[in-house]
């Protein structure tokens, strides 16, 4: 109940639509509840004498009943649609919010295509639930209450019939509720499932198609999706029985009562117009009956999306800004001091283990190492996306967790090692560096990320729309975008993970250039290549979560055994991205746009050449 009053509160201003609603159902069935008493006047009393003055009176005021009935009916129709789909819209924004403040850390606990369900499925179950349930949960009860009321007040021998026949559909339901509410858990798990299957295919839908993996695909889906027929079929097996439980009870009641009453008629302890009112309450009450049943199933259902939607609501923030927290980066250095970090609190093994380094404000700093030896989640830690575990990072002499989270990521920008570029045009995409940036500005960064190599061949340029995900343009081409998008920020500090993978040699010398022109900016670049980093002021070799060396390319080639490997594995032709040895990329696979022909993106023979724009001959 307590996840129940915390989705409710979230009615804020529509909460006097709910409280209209709830009012217009009870007045509308206070006014039907009336009509046969009216009824059985009229045959009891204008029928049975002949009145027809009396019947025609009693017919005006049971017309009159039905009219503001259905008046009110109506107006509660517009409340209540107000207040469900109100609810729905603030539910979805207050889980959207939520999910903004999450650090990668909270991301983690949660599957990207459970959270789709959980803003679009669970809040729709709600909906709903609401949609169809709100007059009933309140009709329901009402009715059930002044029908009880007036059928003692017709006749209280007949109306025991209800004391023995209400608990056995109240026990009935019970059990169904309680059998049926834990499956609807493990129904909206289930649609969880489905979602990320459907997810995973369409991102990599171009991976699937080049590696003929399509009935493979098919299959998983065909799979996972028998999975929910069969949970939603042996769900609602149960749900089901509701009904043929609560007419069985109404029929055997109105017999008993059509029984007991035929013998007091016959005996003459009851009217013909006292029965037939005594029926119509007796249908009334079970009708009622019925919509509760109904409504505890709808209820069941939405409290297992409910408990979904405050997971996400709950999920407690463990990254947070600081009361009187710094709102200035005074320059770029770094330090970590003694750093060790683990992704979860129970893993067994840190990420990275007594890390001491020290960066100086505008310096270059290389970062190489194998997969797995914690590259990406020691930058990572500098705008605060994660919390050290032990030690410390600082950023411009203050540790990164006196800032004000928004002002230190202001200051410190990264081009992640997954390239991300959101559906619009490319002057959209960039002016995430810089909301206010003019036109001259976006074209200057493109200028140093190389965009302006490919800016001119894109149809419409500047204003190219780039498709859902950047769908429009092919790894090299988005890497270069996502470099001028984080330049436009004017950082302090700027990372670049791993962010020119996709482009070839020449092109990567070329920003590296540029890059090195940029004064005041501290310049952090994890690199495969040694070509990459080897100009810069010191490179930081990385193995297993520590610092193996740190030193200029000389020195580390003179002493450090990893960074002699790595080196001597590249220049002996072993360097994939070397010229004449290029491979297809990944990248390419998911994202190649037919007229970006970079070398990157082809397979060159060895010896070959290219011209100026990339393209080989």
């Known amino acids: 109940m307590h996840e129940f009053r915390r989705i409710v509160s979230y009615l804020g201003p529509y909460r006097r639509d709910a409280i209209m609603g709830i009012l217009l159902v009870v007045v509308e069935s206070a006014f039907e509840m009336v009509i046969p008493i009216l009824m059985a006047d009229i045959i009891d009393v204008g029928v049975a004498g002949r009145d027809l003055d009396f019947i025609f009176r009693q017919g005006v005021y049971m017309a009159i009943c039905a009219l503001l009935s259905l ?136 991976a699937v198609k080049a590696y003929v993996r399509g009935d493979y695909e098919c299959e998983q889906f065909r799979r996972v999706n028998q999975g929910l027929a069969a949970t939603s079929e042996h769900t609602f097996r149960f749900a089901v029985l509701n009904m043929p439980v609560l007419y069985t009870s109404m029929y055997t009641a109105t017999t008993l009562i059509m029984w007991f009453g035929g013998q007091m008629i016959l005996g003459g302890a009851l009217e013909v117009g006292e029965l037939t009112g005594f029926l119509s309450y007796v249908l009334q009450i079970l009708n009622s009956l019925i919509m509760i049943s109904n409504v505890f199933l709808l209820l069941t259902r939405s409290l297992a999306s409910i408990h979904r939607i405050c997971e996400v609501l709950d999920e407690p923030i463990d990254l947070a800004s600081p009361e009187h927290a710094l709102e200035e980066v005074p320059d770029g250095s770094i330090e970590f001091r003694d750093v060790s970090f ?18 100086a404000a505008g310096s270059t700093v290389g970062i190489l190492g194998g997969t797995g030896s914690g590259k990406t989640t020691l930058v990572q830690l500098i705008p605060r996306l994660y919390d050290v575990t032990e030690g410390a990072v600082l950023v411009g002499g203050h540790d990164v967790r006196a800032y004000d989270l928004a002002a230190l990521r202001d200051a410190v920008a990264i081009v992640l090692q997954k390239n991300v570029l959101f559906s619009g045009t490319v002057r959209e995409n960039l002016m995430w560096g810089d909301g206010k940036a003019a036109e001259e500005e976006l074209l200057e960064a493109c200028r140093q990320a190389r965009v302006d190599e490919f800016l001119d061949r894109l149809p419409g340029g500047i ?55 940029l004064t005041g900016v501290t310049k952090i670049i994890i690199a495969q290549r040694v070509g990459s980093v080897q100009d810069a002021d010191q490179i930081v070799v990385l193995d297993d979560g520590r610092v193996h060396a740190v030193g200029t390319h000389g020195e580390l080639l003179a002493t450090d055994s990893i960074y002699q490997e790595i080196y001597a594995s590249q220049t002996r032709g072993g360097d994939t991205s070397a010229p004449g040895d290029y491979l297809v990329s990944d990248t390419f696979l998911s994202s190649a746009a037919p007229d970006d022909k970079k070398v990157s993106d082809t397979k060159l023979s060895p010896g070959a050449s290219f011209d100026r724009e990339g393209g080989a001959r």
């Open 71 to 206: 008046i009110t009916g109506l107006a509660y129709a517009r409340f209540a649609a107000r207040a469900t789909y109100g609810l729905g819209a603030r539910l979805r924004a207050a889980e959207y919010e939520r999910v903004q403040d999450y650090s990668f850390a909270n991301l983690d606990h949660f599957e990207t295509s459970s959270l789709v369900t959980r803003m679009t499925t669970d809040v729709t179950v709600i909906q709903n639930a609401l949609n169809a349930g709100f007059r009933p949960m309140v009709r329901g009860p009402v009715m059930l209450i002044i029908g009880f009321i007036l059928a003692f007040y017709l006749n209280a021998e007949l109306a025991l019939v209800f004391v023995v026949v209400a608990p056995v559909m109240a026990i009935s339901m019970a059990l169904i509720v309680r059998r049926v509410g834990p499956l609807y858990g493990v129904l909206q798990a289930t649609v969880d499932k489905l979602n990320d299957v459907v997810q995973e295919m369409l991102t990599a839908v171009r």
């Open 342 to 359: 683990k992704y979860r609190a129970d893993a067994r093994e840190c990420a990275l283990e007594h890390v001491n380094l020290s960066i």
């Open 463 to 517: 204003d190219y729309d780039l498709g859902q995900g950047g769908v429009n343009v092919s790894g090299g081409q988005k890497q270069r975008l996502c470099i001028a998008r984080a330049l436009l920020k004017r950082p302090k500090v700027i990372i670049f993970d791993d962010s020119t993978s996709a482009v070839d040699t020449a092109t990567d010398a070329s920003i590296r250039q540029n890059l090195s022109r």
